[in-house]
């Protein structure tokens, strides 16, 4: 195996993450009066609905976040990429009655990324945008920062990540959603960066995973909840960082039963992300007890953070002192852990993980994508 010795963007980023989070709990500290004095007079109109939205990895931080924004904020949360309300704009878009749509953008120069925002404008005259990027020196934040009913909300600039794929970018953003709706506090953090941080200690070059094995030919993650949200993240990180070379999918260990399971064959390994909530857990362990009884697939793996007997009678990985860790915590360390593993395997196909795609089939940010005109008044 060829080990790369030469500098990195990809595994810098994946290590950063606690030190990033850390300076993210920071700038949305001194933020967030004017974030309260945004959120909180929507939050209480009759009728809000939220959105949040992005494309790829960022659409993946709306995913993860809805879930655990529906539990607790009392109004409607939905998840809907920017490539999906693009192509379908009434489809996704409410007409009527207020609206926040919570944009998630690393780079901002998406061609879908402003298209999206200016598609909700025109459909909805109470549509409030929050716009949460990694570059404020993107067209997204350019654009849409002076105009009403827009507060933007800028990250520190090393979580612009360099390489190819959504690292750093991805988790902060994801960290300043929960930050700004006060669904995470300082303690939460501090926790999550810390256990993060051992987790990070046992990879000290990043050309291993604990989670490899020879033979894999495809990989399905499965998350419940908030969970499945960074299952389809890290099956997106594996067939980017190897440029396809493993086939990987997702699902909820629920849905998983229907028909999905049949993928599952000899050079198949199975990751469970097993929820610390006690009614979740109680499907995601069922799931994994099957799966290993059936022994049909190459390997099935629990990372989970809380233990239990079911996850000890098999292969598994513990997220360093996360026994009481809420979901929302748990996503991180799950999310660092699919990451080390996506870089590991990267090198394993002696593959450069900052350009994994060279002949440029796929670029860090999308190209070809045309924007069409759309009139509301004349669609069906």
Same mark, same amino acid.
């Given at each position: 195996?060829?080990?790369?010795?030469?500098?990195?963007?990809?595994?810098?980023?994946?290590?950063?993450?606690?030190?990033?989070?850390?300076?993210?709990?920071?700038?949305?500290?001194?933020?967030?009066?004017?974030?309260?004095?945004?959120?909180?007079p929507l939050?209480?109109?009759?009728?809000?609905?939220?959105?949040?939205?992005?494309?790829?990895s960022s659409a993946f931080i709306g995913d993860t976040l809805a879930p655990i924004l529906s539990r607790t904020l009392q109004v409607p949360v939905m998840s809907v990429s920017t490539t999906d309300i693009v192509s379908d704009p009434a489809g996704y878009l409410p007409a009527n009655g207020p609206l926040l749509l919570v944009s998630f953008a690393r780079s901002g120069s998406s061609p879908e990324s402003i298209a999206a925002l200016?598609?909700?404008?025109?459909?909805?005259?109470?549509?409030?945008?929050?716009?949460?990027?990694?570059?404020?020196?993107?067209?997204?934040?350019?654009?849409?920062?002076?105009?009403?009913?827009?507060?933007?909300?800028?990250?520190?600039?090393?979580?612009?990540?360099?390489?190819?794929?959504?690292?750093?970018?991805?988790?902060?953003?994801?960290?300043?959603? %929960? &930050?700004?709706?006060? *669904?995470? #506090?300082?303690? +939460?953090? /501090?926790?999550?960066?810390?256990?993060? =941080?051992?987790?990070? $200690?046992?990879?000290?070059?990043?050309?291993?995973?604990?989670?490899?094995r020879r033979g894999i030919k495809q990989v399905i993650w499965l998350g419940s909840g908030a969970l499945q949200g960074i299952a389809h993240e890290s099956a997106l990180k594996l067939l980017e960082l190897t440029a396809g070379q493993i086939a990987?999918?997702?699902?909820?260990?629920?849905?998983?039963?229907?028909?999905?399971?049949?993928?599952?064959?000899?050079?198949?390994?199975?990751?469970?992300?097993?929820?610390?909530?006690?009614?979740?857990?109680?499907?995601?362990?069922? %799931? &994994?007890?099957?799966? *290993?009884? #059936?022994?049909? +697939?190459? /390997?099935?793996v629990?990372?989970?953070? =809380?233990?239990?007997? $079911?996850?000890?009678?098999?292969e598994h990985l513990y997220l360093p002192e996360a026994e009481t860790f809420s979901d929302s915590q748990l996503a991180f360390g799950f999310l660092v852990m699919a990451q080390t593993y996506a870089l590991a395997s990267a090198f394993g196909f002696g593959m450069t993980p900052d350009n994994p795609s060279p002949e440029g089939r796929v670029n860090r940010v999308v190209q070809g994508i045309n924007i069409y005109p759309w009139n509301d008044g004349q669609q069906n």
């Open positions: 195996m060829t080990i790369h010795a030469e500098p990195c963007w990809t595994r810098q980023e994946i290590r950063q993450q606690p030190q990033m989070w850390q300076e993210t709990l920071h700038n949305l500290r001194a933020q967030q009066t004017e974030t309260d004095n945004f959120l909180q939050l209480a109109l009759p009728g809000l609905r939220v959105i949040l939205t992005g494309a790829g200016e598609l909700a404008d025109s459909r909805n005259a109470h549509c409030h945008h929050l716009l949460i990027t990694c570059n404020p020196q993107g067209e997204l934040y350019r654009s849409y920062r002076p105009r009403p009913r827009v507060l933007a909300l800028p990250l520190p600039e090393k979580t612009c990540d360099r390489g190819f794929a959504m690292t750093s970018s991805m988790s902060s953003m994801m960290l300043a959603c %929960l &930050l700004a709706f006060h *669904r995470i #506090d300082a303690q +939460a953090v /501090q926790a999550l960066s810390q256990s993060t =941080a051992s987790l990070l $200690e046992t990879q000290l070059d990043f050309t291993r995973s604990p989670l490899q990987a999918f997702h699902e909820s260990p629920v849905g998983f039963r229907h028909g999905p399971k049949s993928l599952v064959n000899a050079a198949t390994q199975v990751i469970v992300l097993i929820s610390n909530d006690p009614y979740t857990r109680r499907y995601d362990l069922d %799931l &994994l007890t099957e799966l *290993r009884r #059936d022994r049909v +697939a190459a /390997q099935v629990a990372l989970a953070g =809380a233990k239990a007997a $079911e996850i000890e009678q098999g």
